[in-house]
């Protein structure tokens, strides 16, 4: 079965710090990862998807396929960036994603 | 500029009743997908349909159902709700392979079982 694993369940950094959040996946082939995120009373939206390589809001993600890890940083946190953040592998097929159980975020005035 | 929506925002039923979450999608998507969303466990696949009348299994298919009569609705039904269904139950659509495309998610609607 395919996994994901997100290690911190919570993570507080100052603002102006840099922030890391992990994500560990195990998935046999090449897989196309996404990050999502879930402000506070919003709807879970797309933040960022591995194949565009895009940098939105000021956060990347690289695929490292050696450590099977798609982490994302943004190298300083601003206040707006508080929410909850998953990683999403594909799953069991290409039909559908897995989440990550998801890191919620804190940037400290 | 909503184009997933989740008929109801909170739901309080009573155990043993049959629960209907509803969610129509205006953006002739493909798949559609119902998730829950719990704390410590993040989302959990629940049924998803790649077309009309069909459907497949997620990974927590149990004590729940789907319909998908018509290609912008896709119901999902509790036979007989029961208190570890208490939730948050998110419906997504998907205009092909997630994998290409990713999701495009529905404000989630908060069942609470009692």
């Known amino acids: 079965a395919q996994r994901v694993t997100q290690p911190e369940k919570l993570l507080s950094v100052f603002k102006g710090a840099p922030v890391e959040l992990k994500c560990n996946y195990s998935?046999?082939?090449?897989?196309?990862l996404f990050w999502y995120v879930q402000y506070s009373r919003q709807r879970l939206q797309l933040l960022l998807r591995?194949?565009s390589r895009e940098s939105i809001k000021g956060f990347t993600a690289d695929l490292n396929k050696g450590e099977t890890s798609f982490h994302l940083k943004k190298p300083f946190a601003q206040e707006e960036d508080s929410a909850m953040y998953y990683c999403?592998?594909?799953?069991?097929?290409?039909?559908?994603?897995?989440f990550g159980s998801g890191t919620q975020l804190t940037v400290l005035p | 500029d909503v184009k997933v929506t989740q008929s109801s925002r909170y739901l309080v039923k009573r155990t043993g009743e049959k629960v209907f979450l509803e969610c129509v999608q205006d953006?002739?998507?493909?798949?559609m997908f119902w998730y829950r969303q719990d704390p410590g466990l993040g989302l959990r696949l629940i049924y998803f349909?790649?077309?009309?009348?069909?459907?497949e299994k997620g990974d927590i298919p149990e004590g729940y159902s789907v319909s998908r009569e018509k290609k912008e609705r896709f119901s999902l039904i509790l036979e007989s709700a029961s208190t570890n269904q208490t939730s948050m139950y998110l419906c997504?659509?998907?205009?092909?392979?997630?994998?290409?495309?990713?999701?495009?998610f529905g404000s989630g609607t908060r069942l609470t079982v009692v």
């Open positions: 997504a659509s998907s205009l092909g392979s997630p994998e290409n495309y990713g999701y495009t």
């Open positions: 998935y046999s082939g090449s897989p196309e």
């Open positions: 591995h194949i």
């Open positions: 999403a592998p594909p799953g069991r097929s290409a039909r559908q994603l897995t």
């Open positions: 953006m002739d998507h493909e798949n």
């Open positions: 349909s790649y077309d009309v009348k069909m459907k």
